[in-house]
């Protein structure tokens, strides 16, 4: 069975820190990429930053880059998400997803989602 879980995720300041998990089970890490998006209420699901099966080429929205970190360690099966410098306009639900079709920043080429972890970034 396939899974993802997110954990990781809270209530920080501005300008704090968190770091975000994504475990992977049921065979589905190796060879696949994998990405953070985030939902905001009442808005779409957006892409936050990919990283390729390898980790050799990764890829940021513009509104993470310089803040955020994406990595993984696939001898462990988990991706991380390093999150500095947060801001309020940071607060969402944040999944992480697998993908083994391209196209990292489209949410529809995603083959796997996790449940979700919530992010709160006060002013």
């Known amino acids: 069975q396939v899974q993802l879980v997110e954990s990781g995720g809270g209530l920080v300041q501005a300008g704090g820190s968190l770091r975000l998990s994504c475990a992977a089970s049921?065979?589905?890490?190796?060879?696949?990429?994998m990405g953070w998006f985030r939902q905001a209420p009442g808005k779409e699901r957006e892409f936050v930053t990919a990283i390729t099966w390898s980790g050799a080429a990764t890829y940021y929205a513009d509104s993470v880059k310089g803040r955020f970190t994406i990595s993984r360690d696939n001898a462990e099966n988990t991706m991380y998400l390093q999150m500095n410098t947060l801001k309020p306009e940071d607060t969402a639900v944040y999944y992480c997803?697998?993908?083994?079709?391209?196209?990292?920043?489209?949410?529809?080429?995603?083959?796997?989602w996790g449940q979700g972890t919530q992010v709160t970034v006060s002013a």
């Open positions: 049921g065979g589905i890490f190796g060879g696949y990429a």
């Open positions: 997803g697998a993908n083994n079709r391209g196209y990292y920043r489209n949410p529809l080429h995603y083959n796997y």
